[in-house]
């Protein structure tokens, strides 16, 4: 080992391991490694967790011990595998540390890379030595990436492999002989200078592209991966990796100042906003490490409470710690994508030499003061840029859009830097007409979004800033607000062009028919823009709009349809989902609200492009369904074709389809079933279901069956309906209910009917856990076995369910305050119970035997989940038939439903009890 490595080693390790010279033996060895190991992670933990360092700073105090750790180990090796001859070095190799480690920076449980550099063809006893070293670097548990190359050999590897070059890039010395690595070195720096940055860029471009499609394009997802996805450590790492092998600087800070390499690539303000990213996404990384006890880099829901009380996050006004957390995450990932757009292009420019420059004398661009530089677009020089002439900034991204054009990244690089003038545009007449054209032309979630991310939204739209990286704690959106609110304007393009034809015909065709198709897509991008307020977002949003909408050159009757827009933009889908849409009240309630068929048309397209933007899992074909119902019944009302008086004539109307297509059955027979069923159950089916009900009655009457079980897949609607037929008695809900848990399925709605003969005729749709039909034949066979012995009593209904009862760990920490609603007007026969909960298998089987307890009849169930979230709503009768109006009947059924909201213990070990732990070492 040469002198400067020996002065490096940590003197008393070396002295333990190699008392008087002498190495102790292997075993010996090793409980004094794994001490020493276990003290230099308990060091760094301890400074960390008690701040007296920042992530950035532990993770270079740890790589620093760590140095002195592999140190030692290297010398205990050459100890061990002495060299057969005197004159023979005791390391004829250079041992270098590469990739994160060769930067000097290490996470808790991060890879330590090596490198170990020797001749072409090492002899005997190298190989022997590093076959040593590594096994005892094992033994030790540490995680260790390693190669043995010559230098040739690695630039060989490195030209084939981008991986491998990046690794090189950050290559340090660490022992043994510097002749290798110096060669090494000459040879990079050849091969850097012939070849240039071009293949290196190129290949850390389409490896980031590959990285971002794995772990989320969008730097606004609500459980980032902090390494690899957009926004992370691993795109400011590129930065960096692009500076060092184009101009071989160590630090960022290097780029600053006209006499630095690139004539100052970076401002001083760019290079401490870069500083202030590196430390708070180390920081939270080592956080994640020390938590998790692991190399976890996502953070899901479950650690991020527990690391914001770590870091220090608390309940400020209406946001909580997490949500504060995740905010200042969120905007230094947005800083992060605007350093790449700045740094990334000026770093190419610099290194490869300004291209052919061209500028064409274009009269339209020149009058908008726009130009060409390098076939893009740029503003006008000399006297024409942003900071004087904000309006610039829109116009340039109108032009790129019209022309299908790039912009210039040293117009991306002036718009980013002057985004905040920006607000000098609020009102501006051209500035309103330029947002709007942008707003309803191609590709405008893509300018919306780099808009967004270059910080002029925020500027332009004052409001807007307050959405910004706005996270809600829930398991439902995937984004975050201002993310989802651009993803709807991409759904409503989608919708336009048709290309959600086959998931949205309705709204599809509705699309082209609309008058209003401004105040549309303005209520899309403003839907939420309250949210994070407190109180309603929807009311408070309608007020918003009749502030923002004036700015942008609306007329007073657009922005009274977007500000109507707004604050109904839930009416359709809470109507679809939580009400009975086959009770007339419900239908004429929503139409007495809308009273316009034009207004109809816009709720509904905007809900479709509402759910499709929330999430990839959100929309299914049974919601498109309830949609399109509520949709027709709403237009059949506002067209004058439904009255309540007309009651009795639809149900005399029902009973005679029915009848006429009651195949081989008697008049007697036929009368038998027409006679069956109360006015409720004629009017919640068609026809063809009427039939099939019929022959199912039919059949179990003549077997004397006591129980019939029918399913049928229906593949458009994407859910499985599965009929029940069996004497009534109370708690048959409820233990069906149970019955279908313990099978797997998620019940979406059902209909409770008792017949005139005392039979009940239950009808439920059902999914399966990815939220399509329930198809499978052996699964829909144990479904029918299991409702048969959970009504005959042969089946521990609460024992099977606790079975089930388990949910990922990172969604424990998400919490559903449960609550129960009363609503006697929602139906002019029903009492409305809306339960609002924690979703768990088993939920509604709970849920239901409460109401049956107090004495209830449910005639129908409405089964919606946001996420965690479960919403139920039911239609109640008493014994008598009547309403529940009686205040303490409610407050009984409202202590019962708690009670059965209330989440069971996990089992030992679960999730939710790993959370709490966590928290309270927090």
Known sequence: MNGTAAALAEPGLLERLMPQGRPVARDVALGLLRRELGGVQARVQRAFEGRETNG???????????????????????????????ATPSLDFALVATGGYGRGVLAPHSDIDLLFLTAAQPGPRTRRLIEFTLYLLWDLGLKIGHATRSPEECLAEGVRDATIMTALVDARFLAGERAPFERFQALFEAHRKKDGLGPFLAAKRAERAERHARYGESPFLVEPHVKEGRGGLRDLQMLYWLARYAFGVQRMPELVGPDSPGGGLLTEREAHAI???????????????????????????DLQPVIAARMGYT???????????????????????????????????AALGPPAQRRDGDGALAAQGLAFADGKLVAAPPDRDFSREPILMLRIVKAARDRCLSIHPLA????????????????????????????????????????NEAGFLGRFLPEWQRIVGLMQFDTYHV??????????????????????????????????????????????????????RGGDHSELGARLAQEICPRLGMSAEETETVSWLVLHHLLVSQT????????????????DQVQSP????????????????????????????????????????????????????RVARAKEAAAAILAGFSPAEAEHYLSLGYPGYWLSFDSETHARHAALIRDAERQKSPLTVSTRVLEDRGVTEVTVYCADHPGLFSRISGALAVAGASIVDARIHTLTNGMALDTFWVQDSAGGAFDQPHRLARLSVLVEQALSGRLNLEAEIRKVRREPARLAAVTVPPRVVFDNFASNTHTVIEVNGRDRPGLLHDVTAAISEQGLQIASAHITT??????????????FGLKIENERKLAALREALLAALAQPEPPVGGGAAAVREAAQRA
Request: charged share 25%; hydrophobic share 50%.
């Open 56 to 86: 950035l700073g532990a993770g270079r105090r740890l790589a620093g011990l760590m140095d002195q750790v592999i140190l030692a180990i290297q010398s205990y090796s050459a100890a061990m595998v002495p060299p057969g001859d005197a």
């Open 275 to 301: 500083r202030r990213a590196w430390i708070f996404l180390w920081t939270l990384r080592f956080h994640l490490h020390y938590v998790t006890g692991r190399a976890e880099e996502r953070l899901t829901f």
């Open 315 to 349: 309940r400020h006004g209406l946001q909580d710690g997490a949500e504060r957390l995740m905010k200042h995450l969120f905007l230094t990932a947005r800083d992060v994508v605007r350093f790449s757009r700045v740094l990334e292009p000026a770093i190419e420019r």
């Open 412 to 451: 991306i690089r002036a718009l980013i830097r002057h985004a905040r003038r920006a607000e000098a545009l609020r009102g501006d007449a051209e500035a309103g007409a330029l947002f709007l054209d942008l707003l309803m032309g191609r590709d405008a979630a893509k300018w919306l979004r780099f808009l």
């Open 479 to 532: 984004f975050t607000v201002d993310e989802h609110s651009i993803e709807a304007i991409g759904v409503l393009q989608q919708i336009e062009t048709g290309a959600l034809a086959e998931v949205a015909p309705v709204a599809t065709e509705l699309m082209g028919q609309l008058q209003s198709r401004r105040a549309l897509y303005v209520a899309a991008l403003i839907h939420d823009i309250a949210k994070g």
């Open 576 to 591: 679809a989902f939580k009400r009975d849409i086959e009770d007339p009240k419900t239908i004429l309630d929503i139409a």
């Open 598 to 649: 034009e207004r109809l048309r816009l709720l509904l397209v905007l809900t479709v492009a509402d759910m499709r933007a929330v999430g990839p899992r959100v929309w299914n074909a049974w919601k498109a369904t309830l949609l399109r119902e509520v949709y027709w019944r709403v237009s059949e009302v506002l067209a004058g074709g439904m009255t309540v008086p007309e009651r009795d004539v």
């Open 866 to 879: 946001y996420g965690v979230r479960a919403v139920d709503v039911f239609y109640v009768k008493d014994v």
